[in-house]
């Protein structure tokens, strides 16, 4: 298994911007996916954002041309960039990661989820 670190959340006014990354640690890993989920209170959680292993990426119609997803394969990390920020983003923010693990004599695919970090956007 893979462990990730959220970081980024916090306070920001309307049409502010906020980074968010997500940490991805472990041993014999290769992330192949990252995505971005939310979930307000009282709402099912979304998927907001997602990178593939080859770069390619989609989004929640709700965020497309404000936010953009990226990765750093170098520092395993992946990164939420959210712009142009409205009232309506405010919820908790999750970082999901597929990975493929392996150790002497076997290999498996895993998904992992982060700690979660709260996004509170004011009017």
């Known amino acids: 298994q893979v462990q990730l670190v959220e970081s980024g959340g916090g306070l920001a006014q309307a049409g502010g911007s906020l980074r968010l990354a997500c940490a991805v640690s472990?041993?014999?890993?290769?992330?192949?996916?990252i995505a971005w989920y939310r979930q307000a209170p009282g709402k099912q959680r979304e998927m907001v954002a997602h990178?593939?292993?080859?770069?390619?990426?989609n989004y929640a119609d709700s965020v497309k041309g404000r936010f953009s997803i990226s990765r750093d394969n170098a520092k395993n990390t992946g990164y939420l960039q959210m712009n142009s920020l409205k009232p309506e983003d405010t919820a908790e923010y999750l970082c999901n990661v597929r990975a493929t693990i392996w150790n002497r004599g076997w290999q498996r695919e895993s998904e992992s989820w982060g700690q979660g970090t709260q996004v509170t956007v004011s009017s």
């Open positions: 472990g041993s014999s890993f290769r992330i192949n996916a």
């Open positions: 990178i593939s292993n080859s770069g390619s990426t």
